[in-house]
């Protein structure tokens, strides 16, 4: 019985389960949500681990378009679980007692390809797919991935061929970027403004309680955590533009320089 047969509308669900090992290729919708979760995902594993597929790492499984999560392999049955786009890639979209066999010399041959790649360990998602790019070894999802924004806007810049999704992304990084140099400059006016205010007012007491103690010399890492207080009670709940702790202390530095002597 070849697939077309087993996914004859008339049969029973039951009888087209009967009718093969196991589905292997996943329902758009669910596979499309897999697809999105692993994208979301910042760094993929390229060495043994939990999340593998008959032997196969976590990072060249979903190269090859198997979801190493949700697959299962025992002694009667081999089952990839596949992302999007990989039952076309591998033309099987269910997999029968005969078929198996070629099924895992097909998928054994990707992998080998994709491990000519040399990625090892912990590797960030974007290098991971910019070396796929520049080596033309394309993942079977990569089309499906560009037909949901949501999953377009995950990939690196090259890869998108959606022209509408590339202008929207496009926009939104411009947008972005405005807001990234607004939350910046508010920082910066935060800082220069109400931060070096209070650091005058610090000295005008003589940085009474923020000295060392054998020394008598400032503590400019005491100072700048008391006006990283202060400011941060002046942001309040905008805590976007309180700026970070270690532009606190250098310019700490550079005013207690800038003192008159």
């Not at 760094?43 to 697959?71: M, V, Y």
């Not at 037909?147 to 998108?160: G, N, Q, R, V, Y």
Request: aromatic share 8%; proline share 3%.
């Amino acid at each position: 019985m070849n697939w077309i047969d087993a996914l004859d509308s008339k049969k029973t669900d039951q009888e087209r389960y009967d009718a093969v090992l196991g589905v292997v290729s996943s329902e758009r919708g669910v596979g499309m949500d897999l697809l999105r979760e692993w994208l979301s995902r910042k760094f993929w594993r390229f060495n043994a681990g939990d999340h593998q597929f008959d032997g196969i790492s976590e990072g060249l499984c979903l190269l090859a378009g198997i979801d190493p999560e949700k697959s299962m392999i025992t002694d009667m049955e081999y089952g990839p679980k596949f992302l999007p786009g990989a039952s076309e890639f591998y033309e099987c979209v269910m997999i029968t007692a005969e078929d198996q066999g070629q099924l895992k010399i097909a998928i054994d041959r990707q992998v080998d390809e994709l491990r000519s790649l040399g990625l090892t360990g912990r590797v960030r998602l974007r290098k991971v797919l910019e070396l796929c790019y520049k080596n033309e070894l394309h993942p079977p999802w990569l089309h499906a991935a560009n037909d949901d924004f949501e999953c377009a806007k995950m990939l690196p810049f090259d890869l998108i061929t959606n022209p509408q999704f590339k202008a929207r992304i496009r926009q939104g990084a411009s947008s972005r970027g405005g807001q990234a140099r607004a939350s910046k400059n508010a920082k910066t006016q935060l800082l220069q403004k109400q931060g070096k205010e209070e650091f005058e007012r610090l000295s005008a007491k003589d940085f009474a309680g923020l000295r060392v103690k054998t020394t008598n010399r400032v503590n400019a890492v005491e100072v700048a955590h008391e006006i990283y207080e202060f400011l941060g009670e002046e942001v309040g709940e905008r805590d976007e533009i309180l700026p970070e702790i270690t532009t606190v202390q250098s310019n700490v530095r550079r005013w207690l320089k800038n003192l008159p002597k």
